[in-house]
């Protein structure tokens, strides 16, 4: 800045601008909007129940799932993510059940499609709802995952998906080389408009035992951990690193995982390559301020809406987000 710039007070006075509401709404910054959102629905071959450590949050059947959806998409919000709860006897060592073409993610794709064909399906590629041990791959005799025997696997799963309706697949395992394997199979099979987004920057972090819980693998993982293919949280030029790679191997989306720990990364990747970049509000930040705001702590719109803001002022495109409904809701009524 210029030694001459007139900016010493009283000639500027910072607080002018913050005087009205007006002149807020005028100067700010970053805007969220119901087009920022992209809301996760567990859907299950079981009954439909409420997840105990995510407060609001359901697993639905396909026929409640509809009605979950409807809901949505009179909200406005432009996609849905999709996550399975499989029967435990379906479960294998080698998840053989996410490539089922009649499984129930296919089911729940064709079902919304037909009813909602202009809302976004996007489905996580992912083997821990489906194995026995809870890992996102197959496993040898010591319990590490193979890298090349997972990817076969995913792009059966990503093939099954794609024929299904999805319009976008999102690759959650962190195996090395797979989205290359993905795009050669979307590509070869005719599905060239079928986005692909990356869970490029996914850290091994302590907040989505909710999640495990809410797709019924956490008692199959046990104790074991994913930090042999999930990024260390103290890392941030290995995440960028990861980015670049799925990019240069097809990846249309990038998302960062979990969300406001990492605000850094999402800048850094923003800044760094400019490309659509998503965050995922995980389960585990979704129940903290769920328990902050059920003990009466936090105003619960206030909170949220700031917290999903932050991702837009650190450069996100979208948020995943289990309070998508109610943030639509609240943007509407501010409209």
Request: glycine share 6%; net charge negative.
């Amino acid at each position: 800045m210029p030694d001459n710039y007139p900016g010493h007070y009283p000639a500027t006075r910072m607080r002018r601008a913050r005087a009205r509401d007006f002149s807020r709404r005028l100067t700010r910054e970053t805007q969220l909007t119901v087009d920022d959102l992209i809301y996760p629905v567990f859907v299950t071959e079981g009954e439909a129940v409420d997840v105990a450590a995510m407060p609001g949050v359901r697993r639905h059947t396909l026929d409640g799932l509809l009605r979950e959806i409807t809901d949505v998409a009179a909200l406005g919000i432009p996609a849905v993510v999709l996550f399975p709860v499989i029967d435990p006897s379906k479960k294998t060592p080698d998840a053989a059940e996410a490539a089922n073409p009649d499984g129930l993610v296919p089911q729940a794709i064709r079902a919304i499609k037909r009813e909602f064909p202009e809302l976004g399906v996007m489905t996580d590629v992912a083997l821990d709802p489906y194995t026995s041990h809870g890992q996102d791959g197959v496993v040898d005799d010591d319990g590490y995952v193979l890298n090349d025997a997972t990817i076969d696997i995913l792009v059966r799963q990503t093939r099954a998906h794609a024929a299904a309706g999805a319009d976008i697949v999102s690759p959650s395992d962190m195996m090395d080389g797979r989205i290359q394997a993905m795009r050669a199979a979307l590509e070869a099979d005719g599905h060239v408009n079928t986005v692909i987004m990356s869970y490029a920057a996914k850290f091994a972090s302590s907040l989505y035992n909710p999640f495990r819980e809410a797709v019924g693998s956490a008692a199959n993982l046990g104790r074991a951990d994913k930090r042999t293919y999930q990024v260390d949280p103290a890392n941030t030029d290995e995440a960028l690193r990861e980015v670049a790679l799925d990019l240069k191997e097809g990846a249309d989306m990038v998302m960062v995982k979990p969300g406001m720990p990492y605000l850094d990364i999402i800048h850094r990747v923003k800044e760094t390559f400019g490309v659509p970049t998503f965050a995922y509000h995980v389960s585990g930040e979704y129940a903290m301020l769920k328990a902050a705001i059920d003990n009466g702590w936090l105003d619960e719109r206030a909170a949220v809406l700031e917290c999903l803001g932050s991702f837009k002022r650190a450069g996100c495109d979208g948020v995943l987000t289990y309070f998508a409904k109610d943030a639509a809701r609240w943007l509407a009524q501010a409209d």
